[in-house]
């Protein structure tokens, strides 16, 4: 039964079904977080070069990041997507429209996106060259205001040479990681009756009516099993004749056990989000000044030696390591099915904590630094406003105390969660509880020792 | 529309406010100045002009790291630290044509003696005219006797060498042994006297005059006489001039052991040797303060320090070779 021991938030709460199909609602609050989005790029290309007093930085990178990863990811899947300002600007071109449903074909080339890139490589790899720079883009505004412009550019550049929303799809690279983890949140698109949909021959939801457009995100809700390709974006709410839509209040991490969707992309997706955890947590938070050093280009040398680290530890290194864990739990609970299968499917035990680490980290230099939020707010250029009456506010690092309980506390759930989905993958590939007890014991070993290492460096 | 609205209208509005309607609305004229380290810039801009009778509101910004902006001479102005990206802002009216320089009193870099930036207040009948620096007479003076001021002073024969003292003269100890009736001669309670002589020429006559005194008792009662200074808060000027712009090359202690120390192009003086010091004359230091040292890499604070900070300076120095006075005393 798909939606067994789901709650339909539709059902239960009508006015929230009502904000949801509303035209309105999904542009303005688009419109809100560019408006945002505009300030924080102009901040970054006209304001202080202080990346601790502009508003770029701040917002950017402590307060929508906190938000993202610890609020937004964990709990409402790819809501931040809903209300993504980055799209928009193409989004609205294609369409010429902002509110009303338009009619007539979409403003674009309409090529077709390449069948070899319909995948997360794409991201994965724009991620890992976002992550390499991060110690420079997250510290200097012009250079993180360049690669956010360079991010609503590109976005602009795909609608207008393909149809819909390819750059979420595709090529962004926080889309690509937010997809990952959102399928560990409670929160899920889905249809009532999948059979609805195959006996629906016109299939609104991808073609489009005169509600609303065909899926932006090119996914047919009628086959959807887990969060990654949907970008509740709600145009299929409003677009389905037959009243098909559910948004489901469930529990966490059931899309980690979908099997027919597992993939190597996403596999690595999760090494690559595990692997710069790792790397982030040693050089923003770890006392290595030279690994700081390195981080930052001091010298050429030196950072193309810790590129090359960094490259290697994700994607060779970590991968490596684990392969070898599931190979010898292939060889000890005597499993047969090929190692590039397991190997793909036990990596999927890894996101959830994977997301343990990023909000554990996270966690670590937020509750520091969230003091200059206040201060960036009333004086977002740095250029000594006062609009809030909060420029003077002096930094105060909040939760010291609580922080190493907080951080333990979250890797311990990440890795309980990681150990009990290896479990539960070790199932599908062994119907006995011993052999499956067998399997996860080397995925689980790999687990504990990666959140050793996080511990080690949160906790000194 | 909404777009355009967002996308252009969002940053015309921006930069509307910042360079038209808030110096508009200000009452005064704003200059905004930037702070970077002297390596990248020092301040932005590094000249400024004013019309005597004029209010202006400086506005500085720190773009790096922190620096500390102070006005000087005489005007009293010390905004105190200013961390990266911090703004803080002084409104000035001058009344009188003059020079002044804005600096910056945070250690900053190895260059952050360059820090400075200069405030031409002129006379709006005559715009073009700035007023020179007047020449300073303590300066002249030297010159006239012939003492130059830029050498390197070493250990004079005459009054043997200091250089090797086996205890610390102190000054609290001092003023006991001058109560206990060692027979100080009139010039050494002389303060003028005091600043145009060293202590070892003193000693020499203290030591004509109390033959049969210890050389500990002489050596502590100099000490008491060259750490007098006419009022405490002259000391505390003198205290933090020297912590905001010395103390970085010479220790906070005056042992020549600052953190910049090793950044100068010659060892900076340790102030607290006083085997140093027995040979150095307060104008000299004087002289040294306001000038700088040619080639040392010390530079000049003649354009920053009124003469009277000057000498609480020099005051402050003597204390770091003798200690502290005892109490306030005229002298």
Known sequence: MLNQGRIDLLERMPPLKRLLKARAFQPAMMLLTLAVFTLAILAGLIGTPAGNRNF?????????????????????????????????????????????????????RGL????????????????????????????????SAWVLLSFLLVGVVLSALYRNRVFCRYVCPVGGFIGLYSMLAPLELRVADPDVCVAHKTKDCLTGN?????????????????????????????TCPKNNIVLNLRAPGGDLLVANERRLDEAYKAFIMLGCALLYSAVLLGPWGWLKAWANMHTLPHWALYALGFIALNLAILPGVFGAAVWLA?????????????????????????????????????????????????????????????????????????LPFLQVGVLTTGLLFAVHTAYKIARQHSAQHHTAF??????????????????????? | MTLGLILIGLPVAVLGYQYWLRPALSPTRVIDIAARVPEQEGFAPDVIRVAVGETVTLRFASMDVTHGVAIGPGLGVDLGPIDPGQVKEITLRFEHPGIY??????????????????????????????????????????????????????????????????????????????????????????????QSHTPAEALERLTRQNPAASERDRLDAIAYLWTLAPADEAL??????????????????????GP??????????????????????????????????????????????TPEETWALVRYLWTLTFGAPPGLDTG
């Open chain 1, 56 to 108: 770029g930085i701040v917002f950017v990178w402590i307060v929508w990041w906190a938000l993202l990863i610890a609020v937004l990811v964990p709990f409402f899947g790819r809501l931040w997507c809903t209300i993504c300002p980055i799209p928009a600007p193409g989004e609205w071109l294609q369409r010429r429209a902002i509110v009303q449903r338009r009619p007539g074909k979409l403003w674009t």
């Open chain 1, 112 to 143: 077709r996106w390449p069948r070899r890139l319909k995948n997360i490589w794409l991201q994965n790899f724009g991620f890992l060259g976002v992550a390499l720079f991060s110690t420079i883009i997250l510290t200097r505004p012009n250079v």
């Open chain 1, 210 to 238: 005169e509600f609303g457009y065909g899926c932006p995100w090119m996914t047919f809700p009628g086959s959807l099993q887990r969060n990654a390709a949907c970008g509740i974006c709600f145009e299929c709410l409003k």
């Open chain 1, 330 to 402: 292939r060889r000890i609970a005597r499993q047969h099915q090929p190692l590039r299968r397991l190997f793909v499917d036990y990596a999927y035990a890894l996101i959830p904590l994977g997301l343990a680490a990023w909000i554990a980290f996270t966690f670590g230099f937020v509750l520091v630094n969230s003091s200059y939020a206040l201060a960036a707010l009333s004086d977002p250029f740095g250029w000594g406003w006062d609009l809030f009456g909060t420029a003077s506010t002096p930094w105060t690092p909040l939760g010291t105390t609580v």
């Open chain 1, 438 to 460: 067998l399997a996860t014991l080397p995925v689980s070993g790999f687990a504990v020792l990666i959140t050793l290492g996080f511990l080690r460096l949160f906790l000194g």
């Open chain 2, 101 to 194: 320089t804005y600096y910056c009193t945070t250690w900053c870099s190895p260059d952050h003696w360059r820090m400075r930036g200069t405030l031409q207040v002129s006379d709006p009948s005559n715009p073009d005219v700035v007023p020179a620096a007047q020449p300073d007479p303590v300066i002249e003076a030297l010159i006239a006797e012939g003492i130059d001021i830029d050498a390197v002073h070493t250990p004079s024969a005459d009054h043997g060498d200091m250089s090797i003292l086996v205890f610390q003269p102190s000054a609290q100890r001092g003023k006991a042994v001058i109560a206990g009736g060692l027979d100080v001669p009139a010039e050494l309670r002389d303060p003028v006297w005091r």
């Open chain 2, 236 to 257: 505390a000027t003198g205290e933090r001039l020297y912590n905001q712009n010395c103390a970085a090359c010479h220790g906070q202690s005056g042992g020549g052991d």
């Open chain 2, 260 to 305: 910049a120390a090793a950044t100068t192009a010659e060892e900076p003086v340790a102030f607290s040797d006083p085997g140093y010091m027995f040979e150095r004359r307060s104008d000299v230091l004087y002289a040294k303060i306001r000038r700088g040292g040619m080639g040392t890499g010390m530079p000049n604070f003649g354009t920053l320090f």
